[in-house]
């Protein structure tokens, strides 16, 4: 517990905020996964499992298919 505390952010972390936030989560998220659910009771994602799902259901875009796109813009029409 000391250690979480310790990974709060405090006055003056600035830019080591958001990184403590995250690391935070991270030792949280796998605790949250060892309660037992309720019946009926779904579990809520946290917002870094949220973030990790939208970046793994965002499009990804290929090098072939960015040059193909380029190359099609450049066909007169």
Sequence with gaps: MEAAVNLLPHLGDGEMAAQK???????????????PLMPGAESIPSWLEKKQQQRQAAPKSSVLGDAVGYVNSLQPK
Excluded: A, F, W
């Design 21 to 35: 936030m995250t690391s935070l989560q991270g030792m949280l998220d796998p605790l949250r996964k060892q309660v």
